[in-house]
């Protein structure tokens, strides 16, 4: 029987997030949909989208909510996503939500779980600047990422108000060990009766 998981996970930058939601999807046997990946997919192949992306970044703006939404909706309507998906990156803001949820209710579904992943500001700050070191990037300054944290802090909270209030939503701890927080998310997930795939468990 095929495992079903319709989920989205959410956290700050320095969370671990990716990381996480990778590891998640494999064991549920679901692809990971990331906004940002498929960005920088279609800019990389110079795709129509990924022109239309690049002129919108390169004039400063934000890609609109409406066009964010149509690529989700694209990318959810294939095969491999029929049993399920892992969110990452979207929805981004209520509006978004707004996108998502009538998507899937035209499809008779639901998201089954909201992770999100907490981890204190000082952790993410700090496993930021480390990484900015090692990484030798120089854009990553303390200001800079605080900028990030105060954007993800002001933007997602409302979302997390509202899958909140629909019961959805499983506040993991994201500090320790990787596989601790793995388990931590699995854990959270069976309890809601969400069952790994077969070549996982």
Known sequence: MTASARLLIVGPQGSGKGTQGVRIAESYGIPVVSTGDIFRANIKE??????????????????????????VRDRLSQEDAAHGFLLDGYPRNTAQVGHLESFLAERGESLDAVILLDVPREESLERLTLRATEQGRSDDTPEAI??????YERETAPIIEVYGAKGIVDRIDGTGALDEVTERITAALAARGLRLAASAS
Do not use: C, F, N
């Open 146 to 151: 605080g900028h990030r944290l105060d954007i």
């Open 46 to 71: 110079g795709t129509p989208l990924g022109q239309q992306v690049t002129a919108i970044l390169d004039k400063g703006d934000l890609v609109p909510d409406e066009l964010t939404s149509e690529i």
